[in-house]
C-alpha cells in the first residue's frame, strides 16, 4: 500500500486496555516512523485504550454497540462518525466486534484489496475466532492436544472471520509450564513487537 501523504494515517480500533494501541502509539512518536494514529475508536465507552488515546493526546471517538439493534446500525454511525477522519488504514487491537461488508467496503483499496488489518493470537490456517491462546493450551475446543509453539498472526481482513490473506507471523513458544496468564503474557510481548513492525513495513510499501 501506498501511502495518500508521507505518513500513513491509521484508525486504531479498540475494546480494552488497548495494550496493542499503546505499543502503536509508542512506535508512532518515534521521529522515523512513517504512520500515525489519526484517531481512535472505541465501542466501550469504559475501556482503558480511551485513556491511553487521550495520554497520547490522540481524537478519539465513542460508539457503543449495545446502543444499537444490529452491526449494521452500529457501523453505520461509525462510519458517519469516521466520514470527516482521513484515513488510510484501519488497524485492529483488541478490537471485539466483527466487521460487516458494509464497513469492510468502505476501507476498501482502489484496487479491491482490503484498508483492514487485525492481529491473531494464533495461526489464522489452524484457529480463527476467540480465544487463541487458549486454544495453544489445549483449553478450547475442548479435548484438543496442547501445542509446543503457536503463533502471531497479522492479516488482511475479509468477510471472514480470520481468514484473510496473511501478512506476517511469529512463533510463541508453549513452554511445559504455561498457564494461561504466562502464555499470554509471552504472546503478547510479541504482539507489541510485531505490529508496529508491520504497520511501519505497509507504509513503506512492502505489501503491495
Known sequence: ???????????????GSGSNLQSILD?????????????V????????GLARARDAGVASLVVDDRDFPSRRAHEEV???GLADRPVDLVVLAGYMRILTPLFLQAFRRADGRSGVINIHPAD????????????ALGIKPHGLNRLEKTKI?????DDGVDTGPIIAQADVPVLPEDDLRALKARGLEIEHQLYPEV??????????
Not at 512506535?27 to 484517531?39: G, I, L, R, Y
Not at 475508536?41 to 482503558?48: E, G, H, L, V
Not at 489464522?124 to 486454544?135: S, V
Open 124 to 135: 489464522t490456517r489452524d484457529y480463527q475466532g476467540a480465544h487463541g491462546y487458549e486454544y
Open 153 to 157: 498472526t497479522v492479516h488482511w481482513v
Open 1 to 15: 500500500m501506498t501511502p495518500k501523504s508521507p505518513i500513513l494515517r491509521l484508525a486504531v480500533f479498540v475494546s
Open 78 to 80: 461509525l462510519l458517519k
Open 27 to 39: 512506535a508512532c512518536a518515534q521521529a522515523d516512523f512513517p504512520a500515525e494514529v489519526a484517531c
Open 41 to 48: 475508536f472505541c465501542n466501550r465507552s469504559d475501556a482503558y
Open 199 to 208: 504497520i511501519r513495513d505497509i507504509a513503506m510499501g512492502r505489501y503491495d
